[in-house]
C-alpha cells in the first residue's frame, strides 16, 4: 500500500473517508530548478522550476481552539483572504514533492468556483479533475479514476468564490517574514484525525507561492507553483468529469 497512497495528497486529502487517497507516488525523476518561485499573477519571461520550500517535519504548530492573534496576524490574513477572493482564473506550472522527497511537475488551471485540472506530465499517468461538487483522480494507464466530494478536500479553499480564513477556517497559526506570509488551517476529524494545509504567499508580491498538506499521519506534501497567469480564458469542457471513458477504481 505504501507505494499507491501519496502523490495527489497535496490536493486530495479526502479526510471524511478514513483513507488517504489510492494515487501512484511520482516517479523520482523531478528535473531539478533553482530559481526562486512565483511571481506576479501575469508572468512575463517563463520561469525555471522553483525548489520548492520543506517544511521542518518536527514543527509543533499551536492547536489550541483558544487561538488568538495580534493585529498584525489578523491583517495579514485578511489580506490573504482579499487575494483568494479577487481571483477567478488561475494558470500555471507546478512541482510538487512527495513525503519521500520524489518529485514530480505539470500544470493546472483553476476556474473558480470549484473548478481545477491538475494534469501531471510524463511518466506520471495522473490527472486531477474537479467540476464544482465533485473532484477526481484519474490513472490515464489504467483508465480508472476515483471520485471525491470536493467538500472534504482541502482545495475546496482555493476554489471558494470569496473566503474570510479567520470565519471560514479553523487558522491555527499566522506568520511572516521577509519572504513569506504563511497561514496554517487545521481539521480534525473524528474518525481520521488531524490534518493540516499550510497556505505560504510572497511577501512582496502577496501572490500564491506553495502549499503544504500534512496528512493525519504527518506526512507531508508539498506543491509549488509557477509562471502564474490569471488572464486566461479558460474552455469549460476541461473540467468535465469523464464517467464514461474511465470507471472506478477496482476494489
Known sequence: MAGVVLVATAMV???????????????????????????????????????????????????????????????????VSAYLSSLQTLVGNFVQVGPDGSKTKGDFYIQKPGKVRFEYDDPSPIDIVADGSSLVVRDRKLATQDVYPLSQTPLRFLLSDRIDLMKDTNVVNVSADDVFVSVTIEEKQALVGTSR???????????????????????????????????????????????????????
Open 13 to 79: 486529502t479526502a479526510t471524511s473517508l478514513a483513507q488517504t487517497v489510492p494515487v501512484p507516488k511520482p516517479a523520482p525523476k523531478g528535473r531539478d530548478g533553482g530559481a526562486s518561485g512565483g511571481g506576479p499573477a501575469v508572468t512575463g519571461a517563463t520561469q525555471m522550476p522553483p525548489n520548492p520550500v520543506i517544511p521542518d517535519p518536527r514543527r509543533n504548530v499551536p492547536s489550541s481552539i483558544f487561538q488568538t492573534f495580534d493585529a498584525n496576524q489578523k491583517a495579514q490574513a485578511a489580506r
Open 197 to 251: 494545509l499550510l497556505l505560504m504567499f510572497g511577501a512582496k508580491d502577496g501572490q500564491l507561492k506553495q502549499w503544504t498538506v500534512t496528512d493525519p499521519q504527518g506526512y507531508d506534501t508539498t506543491i509549488a507553483i509557477y509562471n502564474l497567469d490569471s488572464s486566461k480564458k479558460l474552455d469549460p469542457g476541461m473540467f468535465k468529469i469523464d464517467f464514461t471513458n474511465y470507471g472506478p477504481s477496482p476494489g
